[in-house]
């Protein structure tokens, strides 16, 4: 069993930066690819981000390109979303998910794990 925690959130101003964590409670070796999501209250949960664990190859929601980096440690077994510009839409819970297998990146029913989430909130 593979435990997820995120870290990292908080309140920033629009246009500052904040980097997220996502640190797996056990080796990795069992993980394929992790990704980031988000949630704003009323709406569904949002692909942000996607990075294949062992190769480390990216992919990004429109909604993230340009401003959303992610990169994972593999020795400390962490994940990382580096967030710039922020605006207050970006407003939400920031979620890290991992999954054991290959599978449609952007759909949360494709994952195995999931943090308890971290809260980004972006002042105008």
């Known amino acids: 069993q593979v435990q997820l925690v995120e870290s990292g959130g908080g309140l920033v101003q629009a246009g500052g930066s904040l980097r997220l964590s996502c640190e797996a409670s056990?080796?990795?070796?069992?993980?394929?690819?992790m990704s980031w999501f988000r949630q704003a209250p009323g709406k569904e949960r949002e692909f942000l981000a996607h990075i294949s664990w062992r190769i480390g190859s990216t992919y990004y929601a429109d909604s993230g390109k340009g401003r959303f980096t992610v990169y994972r440690d593999i020795d400390k077994h962490t994940m990382y979303l580096k967030l710039v510009s922020l605006k207050p839409e970006d407003t939400a819970v920031y979620y890290c998910?991992?999954?054991?297998?290959?599978?449609?990146?952007?759909?949360?029913?494709?994952?195995?794990?999931w943090g308890q989430g971290t809260q980004v909130s972006v002042s105008s």
């Open positions: 056990i080796r990795t070796f069992s993980i394929y690819r």
């Open positions: 998910a991992a999954a054991r297998s290959l599978g449609i990146v952007t759909n949360t029913e494709n994952y195995d794990y």
